[in-house]
């Protein structure tokens, strides 16, 4: 098991310094990522659940499904703007807070971003068409459409994922002289880390759009709401929240061993371990200080029988780390809270799953209980905890490496600026666009209350002609 990539160790790694620049850079780059990565579920998975009930309304004359897709097209788009926002911005981060890293390896780590610009630009354009379609064009075309900007956001996120999976476990290139040379593209995409990484992103983030849309509308139930809108608003998201979620406990299984193969480093931090050894026990909690955890509930030979399915699989520990890139304590500790974060609200959302699954097996009818609408209310804050969680595993994981072996995160940071005051410019940018979001969408509902209760006037295209235009297509 490799502990680093075949890159020599920066010699001056021992007595360096951390820049000034690296704590604001790093700050900026965590708080603009925070805010972005809520909104990748909403341009991956969301936009599915738009054409579920579509195709639902068109299949069945459901004039409530064709209501909720209509609708939700439209919070799909607000958001899908906001996302371009954001995202524009972390592409100019990249290149003026870590110039080394642009300078020197971005010929190939360039490369899934690239791909994920031309996602980008075929989903604005098909989202454009699916909104402006509605009462414009024909159902059936309309909601073909809208297929592409499913599978463009899959793939652009599916591009981003790539990179950060490649500064993880990079490959495909050779460095010669401090430059990259030789690159493969394929191999840069589809690096040693791509798969598991991809999967648990694409997984998390039908998760969440599943349980935040859910819970806005187990909230409206809770509030007397219990119209079939209402219910069907809440049915489809959660089914797809439910079937997805035991998949994702599985993945997630998969992608810490393949972190305990791979990463030794980064799972040495998940587990808070100091030594190597075997019989490892899985700590739940605690914190970790002078090599051990404090406070933490300790399940024997836990870690070394998930990590190799026997009490006697070795791990490695942070004392086989060199030194000079050995993670700092405060660091172990974030790293493993976080994990333990997302894999408990893992198995609490997998126990929400369950109970909606017993109770449509029962009745064919969403539980009952006024407790499980509360429980899915919460559920989308929880996956949305989650999935932060996550991104702080994989990334305050990596350090103190921006490319694991081969660039160190204040090597790769700028030397020049005040980024403090770049800090503030972009966290006062970011509160006006969250703030403005958050009025637009709340005025989305008012706007639709105003035009009446849920039923076929606001139906873009009703049962009866979509029946119509099917009798027409069959002479």
Same mark, same amino acid.
């Given at each position: 098991?490799?502990?680093?990539?075949?890159?020599?160790?920066?010699?001056? #790694? /021992?007595?360096?310094?951390?820049?000034?620049?690296?704590?604001?850079?790093? @700050?900026?780059?965590?708080?603009?990522? =925070?805010?972005?990565?809520?909104? /990748?579920?909403?341009? *991956?998975?969301?936009?599915?659940?738009?054409?579920?009930?579509?195709?639902?309304?068109?299949?069945?004359?459901?004039? @409530?499904?064709?209501?909720?897709?209509?609708?939700?097209?439209? *919070?799909?788009?607000?958001?899908?703007?906001?996302?371009?926002?954001?995202?524009?911005?972390?592409?100019?981060?990249? =290149?003026?807070?870590?110039?080394?890293?642009?300078?020197?390896?971005?010929?190939?780590?360039?490369?899934?971003?690239? !791909?994920?610009?031309?996602?980008?630009?075929? @989903?604005?354009?098909?989202?454009?068409?699916?909104?402006?379609?509605?009462?414009?064009?024909?159902?059936?075309? &309309?909601?073909?459409?809208?297929?592409?900007?499913?599978?463009?956001?899959?793939?652009?996120?599916?591009?981003?994922?790539?990179?950060?999976?490649?500064?993880?476990?990079?490959?495909?290139?050779?460095?010669?002289?401090?430059?990259?040379?030789?690159?493969?593209?394929?191999?840069?995409?589809?690096?040693?880390?791509?798969?598991?990484?991809?999967?648990?992103?694409?997984?998390?983030?039908?998760?969440?759009?599943?349980?935040?849309?859910?819970?806005?509308?187990?909230?409206?139930?809770?509030?007397?709401?219990?119209?079939?809108?209402?219910?069907?608003?809440?049915?489809?998201?959660?089914?797809?929240?439910?079937?997805?979620?035991?998949?994702?406990?599985?993945?997630?299984?998969?992608?810490?061993?393949?972190?305990?193969?791979?990463?030794?480093?980064?799972? +040495?931090?998940?587990?808070?371990?100091?030594?190597?050894?075997?019989? *490892?026990?899985?700590?739940?909690?605690?914190?970790?200080?002078?090599?051990?955890?404090?406070?933490?509930?300790?399940?024997?030979?836990?870690?070394?029988?998930?990590?190799?399915?026997?009490?006697?699989?070795?791990?490695?520990?942070?004392?086989?780390?060199?030194?000079?890139?050995?993670?700092?304590?405060?660091? !172990?500790?974030?790293? &493993?809270?976080?994990?333990?974060?997302?894999?408990?609200?893992?198995?609490?959302?997998?126990?929400?799953?369950?109970?909606?699954?017993? =109770?449509?097996?029962?009745?064919?009818?969403?539980?009952?209980?006024?407790?499980?609408?509360? #429980?899915?209310? /919460?559920?989308?804050?929880?996956?949305?905890?989650?999935?932060?969680?996550?991104?702080?595993?994989?990334?305050?994981?990596?350090?103190?490496?921006?490319?694991?072996?081969?660039?160190?995160?204040?090597?790769?940071?700028?030397?020049?600026?005040?980024?403090?005051?770049?800090? +503030?410019?972009?966290?006062?940018?970011?509160?006006?666009?969250?703030?403005?979001?958050?009025? !637009?969408?709340?005025?989305?509902?008012?706007?639709?209350?105003?035009?009446?209760?849920?039923?076929?006037?606001?139906?873009?295209?009703?049962?009866?002609?979509? &029946?119509?235009? !099917?009798?027409?297509?069959?002479?």
């Amino acid at each position: 098991m490799a502990m680093l990539p075949p890159a020599a160790l920066p010699a001056a #790694a /021992v007595v360096a310094q951390d820049p000034a620049q690296m704590l604001p850079a790093r @700050e900026q780059m965590a708080f603009t990522l =925070g805010f972005h990565i809520i909104l /990748v579920p909403f341009g *991956v998975a969301f936009t599915f659940l738009m054409l579920i009930a579509n195709a639902r309304g068109l299949r069945r004359g459901d004039a @409530e499904a064709l209501l909720l897709a209509r609708r939700w097209s439209q *919070v799909a788009a607000v958001l899908f703007a906001v996302g371009a926002v954001s995202g524009t911005v972390l592409s100019f981060e990249l =290149g003026l807070l870590w110039p080394r890293l642009m300078g020197t390896y971005g010929a190939a780590y360039g490369i899934p971003f690239a !791909v994920e610009g031309l996602f980008f630009f075929l @989903e604005a354009i098909f989202v454009a068409i699916y909104v402006y379609g509605w009462r414009r064009m024909r159902p059936w075309p &309309h909601f073909w459409t809208g297929v592409p900007v499913v599978l463009s956001g899959i793939g652009g996120t599916l591009s981003v994922v790539a990179a950060n999976a490649w500064m993880n476990q990079p490959g495909g290139f050779t460095l010669h002289d401090g430059r990259v040379t030789q690159v493969r593209p394929l191999a840069v995409v589809f690096n040693r880390a791509f798969w598991y990484e991809a999967i648990h992103m694409l997984l998390a983030a039908y998760m969440v759009a599943g349980f935040i849309i859910a819970g806005v509308y187990a909230a409206g139930i809770l509030r007397g709401r219990r119209d079939d809108y209402h219910r069907l608003g809440l049915v489809i998201p959660l089914t797809v929240a439910a079937l997805t979620t035991p998949l994702q406990i599985f993945v997630g299984d998969v992608a810490a061993r393949e972190v305990y193969h791979y990463e030794p480093a980064k799972f +040495a931090a998940i587990e808070a371990l100091a030594r190597s050894g075997t019989h *490892v026990p899985e700590v739940l909690g605690g914190y970790y200080a002078d090599g051990q955890v404090h406070w933490g509930i300790d399940i024997p030979s836990g870690a070394s029988i998930l990590s190799g399915y026997k009490p006697s699989t070795r791990i490695t520990g942070l004392e086989a780390i060199p030194a000079a890139v050995r993670p700092s304590d405060r660091l !172990v500790t974030v790293v &493993h809270l976080a994990f333990d974060v997302m894999v408990g609200i893992g198995f609490a959302l997998l126990a929400l799953s369950a109970w909606y699954a017993l =109770g449509w097996w029962r009745r064919h009818d969403l539980p009952r209980s006024r407790w499980f609408l509360r #429980a899915t209310t /919460v559920s989308g804050i929880l996956a949305v905890v989650a999935l932060e969680a996550g991104w702080v595993v994989t990334e305050v994981g990596r350090q103190p490496w921006t490319v694991v072996g081969y660039l160190l995160t204040r090597d790769a940071v700028t030397t020049s600026g005040n980024l403090w005051l770049f800090f +503030a410019a972009t966290l006062v940018l970011y509160v006006a666009v969250g703030a403005a979001t958050f009025y !637009v969408l709340r005025l989305l509902p008012r706007r639709w209350r105003a035009g009446g209760n849920a039923g076929s006037a606001d139906v873009p295209y009703g049962p009866s002609r979509a &029946h119509d235009d !099917v009798i027409q297509e069959q002479s």
